[in-house]
């Protein structure tokens, strides 16, 4: 995924500033694709000069007002065809893994209470996504718009799940292993 095509899906959404993108990023696309308010910027104007979005008609900025975009036919046809081409999956790029792995062979000093604070942080972001998903999508909210939304908050969740359990299991292996030193 690139950072244009998700500042073209927030706008095919809602037209918006920059400073809203920026609020609706820190609220929503940010969970699975982040961009600081100065990259954001910078790929409207890159957006703009390549006539795929353009400033609201009517506004003229002036010093200090926002100025607001919309998507234009070029660019809504750009995000259709970026959205049907096939992508093949990211490898898993994770530093705590990386350095489980080098822990094997210089030792686990800090990586247990490092474990124990990563589990908190995705214990705190599973409850967040819970709680937005018993606000935005209560039972009966079913457009398509509605659940392909709820699909993608979904694979947070399960992405969640999955980090939490596989952080007990290896606190719990490090506790094995403390066992196991503490007998030999």
């Known amino acids: 995924m690139s950072l244009p095509h998700a500042i073209l899906t927030a ?14 990023f820190d609220r929503s696309i940010g969970y699975f694709w982040s961009a600081t308010h100065q990259q954001i910027y910078r790929e409207l104007g890159k ?10 008609p009517g506004q003229q900025p002036a010093r200090g007002q926002k100025k607001s ?3 234009l036919p070029a660019g809504r046809d750009e995000l259709a065809r970026w959205a049907a081409i096939p992508q093949d999956p990211k490898p898993l790029r994770d530093a705590m893994l990386l350095r489980l792995r ?5 030792g686990t000093s800090g990586i247990e209470a490092d474990l124990r604070r990563h589990l908190e942080l995705h ?19 079913d457009s398509k718009e509605d659940r392909l939304r ?7 969740i399960d992405l969640e799940t999955f980090w939490t359990q596989w952080l007990a299991h290896a606190l719990a292996e490090f506790a094995g292993l403390a066992d196991r030193e503490g007998r030999g």
């Not at 080098?102 to 210089?106: K, L, M």
């Not at 214990?123 to 909210?141: H, S, T, V």
């Open 69 to 71: 975009y919309e998507v």
């Open 150 to 156: 709820h699909l993608v908050l979904r694979a947070g």
């Open 102 to 106: 080098a822990a094997a062979v210089v």
């Open 11 to 24: 706008l095919v959404e809602k037209p918006s500033s920059g400073l809203e993108l920026t609020r609706r």
């Open 123 to 141: 214990e705190m972001q599973l409850a967040e996504y819970k709680e937005i998903e018993k606000r935005d999508f209560p039972p009966g909210r």
């Open 47 to 56: 957006l703009e000069a390549d006539g795929l979005i353009r400033a609201l």
